[in-house]
Nanobody
Framework: VQLQASGGGLVQTGGSLRLSCAAS????????MGWFRQAPGKERTFVSA????????YYADSVKGRFAISRDNAKNTVYLQMNNLKPEDTAVYYC??????????????????WGQGTLVTVSS
């Protein structure tokens, strides 16, 4: 499966962005999906994850209450709505798919497919 992340850009502190991750090659319908981010010079870290139905979601503590993950299986797309953005949210954001399980995970090693990343820059 190929994942294409989009929606990044430059936004001021307190602003909002919605990232999209569109899949091709196979349906995402039964796959858990996740979002990770990597700031310059740092490791890639967990942001959010969602199970196949959307009923189960997980968030990193740093984004809880500000970000919301969702999916539209009919459109083969996963979203990350990011509100009240802060400069520390600046990073390249990656979407990922777990081909073996519909249980969302915080661990990047559990994911098999990765998108190319989309850059989010939050200015102070």
């Amino acid at each position: 499966v190929q994942l294409q992340a989009s929606g990044g850009g430059l936004v001021q502190t307190g602003g909002s962005l919605r990232l999209s991750c569109a899949a091709s090659g196979r349906t995402l319908g039964r796959l858990a999906m996740g979002w990770f981010r990597q700031a310059p010079g740092k490791e890639r870290t967990f942001v959010s994850a969602i199970n196949w139905s959307g009923a189960t979601t997980y968030y990193a503590d740093s984004v809880k209450g500000r970000f919301a993950i969702s999916r539209d299986n009919a459109k083969n797309t996963v979203y990350l709505q990011m509100n009240n953005l802060k400069p520390e949210d600046t990073a390249v954001y990656y979407c990922a798919a777990d081909r073996q399980s519909d249980i969302p995970s915080r661990f990047r090693d559990m994911y098999d497919y990765w998108g190319q990343g989309t850059l989010v820059t939050v200015s102070s």
